[in-house]
């Protein structure tokens, strides 16, 4: 749950699991659902998002900071992980490593370019196969 830690910061808590079952794998990522402005103003938002080739789960997204930046992030996760995973589930670890790194290059990119604009873009990221 979102909450002041001490210096009046705010907090968003994502936690992940991985557990092996006879089937496979399985993950569990949960988190809050609260996102407070810098003024104060308290909304919900969705923080987990699967990313789902076909009718398969590729990855979960867990996201934090600004929500058009968390938005942006999910869809850009999105976008090149359906490229890289090229129609095939699972993953293979060599593509979605490739993918992670393409990934990351558009968002710094992204987020260098708010930067030079004068904007402190906040934003946390976490992705999972």
Request: no cysteine; net charge positive.
């Amino acid at each position: 749950m979102p909450s002041r830690v001490s210096g009046g910061k705010k907090l968003t808590l994502v936690i992940g699991l991985r557990w092996a079952t006879k089937e496979g794998e399985a993950v569990l990522i949960t988190s809050d659902s609260k996102v407070t402005t810098d003024v104060g103003v308290a909304y919900e938002m969705k923080k987990i998002y699967p990313i789902m080739l076909d009718d398969s789960y590729v990855a979960v997204v867990g996201v934090a900071g600004h929500t058009s930046l968390a938005k942006q992030g999910f869809e850009t996760a999105e976008e090149i992980l359906s490229i890289h995973a090229d129609r095939q589930y699972p993953i293979r670890y060599i593509k979605f490593k490739r993918a992670v790194r393409e990934i990351e290059e558009t968002l710094v990119k992204r987020l260098s370019q708010l930067r030079g604009y004068g904007i402190d873009p906040r934003f946390q990221m976490i992705l999972d196969l």
